[in-house]
């Protein structure tokens, strides 16, 4: 066990010494949350795909992985096909706006076509958005570290997530969160094909046991309803369109032609390599719970036991000591892939679009720009973390945070690329109606014939936006 500490550790110095290299490096603001506009095709795609899956999806398809078996892989299937759908209808009508290398988020956007107030409650949309998905993210690190460790509480290992994850960002910025991105999710990746996958399997008596131990339906790909893929798709789908981590990435990329070729190699990511990774350990994780195999942990088969713990669990009790260390660190890897793009969005978004600060052109006026971007990640950084001490589940945390965003915005940017009659009034009360309308479902657990909250706060949001766009045409070019 202490070998295995030792390893995370030296991990966890690391990433603050990439932090810290980076942090010697920005000059700016601009730097600080677009990278430079200089980076590659592959090193965006794989940023984009550790963000979007990360640790809170690793963790949350474990757990579905655990419930219903293969068949919750479909969940990442429409990330690929968000991913696809962005790369063809998005990123070509973002590079032909005028200006495009003076953007750094995506209410700069909405600023552009509907105006400062509309770009201001994006902005705020945005930031509270993105701090639920950061406190999630921080929270699967917790639930990995206190399931691995037996001696971590969940309250301390939320601590220590959160307290690196803020700090490595506040130091790196986005070049050192997409390079470091790269890094993470080879980790991952090999982590789990070469490590964890074989271990389970052997540990919980391979193919035969895994007959013997779960029904058919956990093996088969139809073990879900049109229910749950209409509810995944109108959550995630959207996502593409209105992430402000992706628009960053956006940004941060070379040209049109490297995006779109990096949004393609983050969908082929997501699915089907991720997705199946996730779900069958959280398989495993199921027949090693069956077995009694958790019982040295104190969870035998007859104790009810939350779903995502099973992944960390599996890896507690099948891995042998090091190689233990070695895969912890790459889903903590995962996680503060997602963590940190997450605060950073958040961040930019509150600076730029709340708070407004851009840079001047000068080096006294930049320097103070980018001391304001760290205190603001800083602060935001700690609100999150306090939200996460009173959380419990990832993906529902994730998916929540995911329909905020998505039931506010995804209406009026579509439009706003898409629709001629788009209006600033239209914009501001769809935004208003579509995350009143999923917030208050959501919140009063009201799910109309089994659909998710979400698609009702869009269709609102919708009606809204047309409503008010055919009485007022949009009005073009940038306000201030």
């Known amino acids: 066990m202490i070998f295995d500490i030792a390893i995370f550790a030296i991990y966890v110095v690391l990433v603050f010494l990439v932090g810290l290299h980076f942090y010697r490096k920005n000059k700016?603001?601009?730097?600080?949350?677009?990278?430079?506009?200089?980076?590659?095709?592959?090193?965006?795609?794989?940023?984009?795909?550790?963000?979007d899956v990360g640790g809170g999806f690793s963790i949350g398809l474990g757990g579905l992985g655990f419930t219903m078996g293969l068949s919750g892989s479909w969940l990442l299937f429409t990330g690929l096909i968000g991913a696809w759908m962005a790369a063809v209808l998005l990123i070509p009508k973002v590079y032909a706006l005028p200006g495009i290398k003076r953007l750094t988020t995506l209410p700069q956007i909405f600023e552009f076509f509907y105006g400062k107030q509309v770009a201001i409650l994006a902005g705020l949309i945005t930031t509270i958005g993105y701090l639920g998905f950061t406190s999630s993210q921080i929270i699967a690190g917790a639930k990995l570290a206190s399931g691995t460790f037996v001696d971590f509480s969940f309250t301390h290992a939320v601590l220590v997530m959160g307290i690196v994850a803020i700090g490595y960002t506040i130091l790196g910025?986005?070049?050192?969160v997409i390079y470091t991105d790269t890094f993470q999710w080879i980790i991952l990746m090999a982590g789990l094909l070469f490590a964890g996958i074989p271990?389970?399997?052997n540990a919980i008596g391979g193919w035969d046991a895994i007959n013997m131990t779960l029904d058919d339906?956990?093996?088969?790909?139809?073990?879900l309803t049109w229910k749950d893929l209409i509810n995944w798709s109108v959550t995630i789908i959207p996502i593409w369109f209105v992430g402000m981590t992706l628009y960053q990435r956006i940004f941060a990329s070379r040209g049109e032609k490297q995006a779109k070729k990096a949004w393609f190699i983050a969908g082929l990511f997501e699915w089907p390599m991720m997705a199946f990774l996730g779900v069958i350990l959280g398989l495993f994780s199921?027949?090693?719970?069956?077995?009694?195999?958790?019982?040295?942990?104190?969870?035998?088969?007859?104790?009810?036991?939350?779903?995502?713990?099973?992944?960390?669990?599996?890896l507690r009790t099948v891995l042998p000591h090091g190689l233990m260390g070695l895969v912890l660190a790459a889903y903590f890897s995962a996680v503060m892939s997602t963590a940190d793009s997450c605060l950073m969005a958040c961040s930019g978004s509150f600076i730029t679009d709340i708070l407004r600060f851009k840079d001047?052109?000068?080096?006294?006026?930049?320097?103070?720009?980018?001391?304001?971007s760290q205190a603001a990640t800083l602060t935001l950084g700690v609100i999150a973390l306090v939200i996460a001490l009173f959380l419990e589940n990832v993906l529902e945390a994730m998916l929540f945070s995911y329909a905020f965003m998505v039931s506010g915005l995804f209406v009026p940017i579509v439009g706003a690329f898409y629709w001629k009659k788009a209006s600033k009034i239209g914009a501001f009360a769809a935004m208003i109606t579509g995350g009143v309308?999923?917030?208050?479902?959501?919140?009063?657990?009201?799910k109309w014939f089994g659909l998710d909250p979400n698609l009702y706060g869009i269709i609102c949001a919708l009606i809204v936006f047309i409503s008010f766009g055919l009485i007022k045409n949009v009005k073009n070019g940038y306000s201030n």
């Not at 339906?217 to 073990?223: G, I, K, Q, V």
């Open 173 to 176: 910025g986005l070049k050192a």
């Open 217 to 223: 339906d956990f093996l088969t790909l139809s073990n």
């Open 360 to 372: 001047e052109g000068s080096t006294a006026m930049d320097k103070k720009s980018l001391k304001a």
């Open 199 to 201: 271990f389970a399997y």
């Open 28 to 51: 700016t603001s601009d730097d600080y949350y677009v990278a430079g506009r200089n980076i590659s095709s592959w090193h965006i795609g794989l940023s984009v795909v550790a963000t």
């Open 286 to 314: 199921r027949v090693a719970y069956e077995q009694g195999i958790f019982e040295v942990v104190g969870f035998a088969a007859s104790t009810a036991m939350d779903p995502e713990l099973g992944l960390p669990l599996l």
């Open 437 to 446: 309308v999923t917030t208050c479902l959501t919140l009063l657990n009201i």
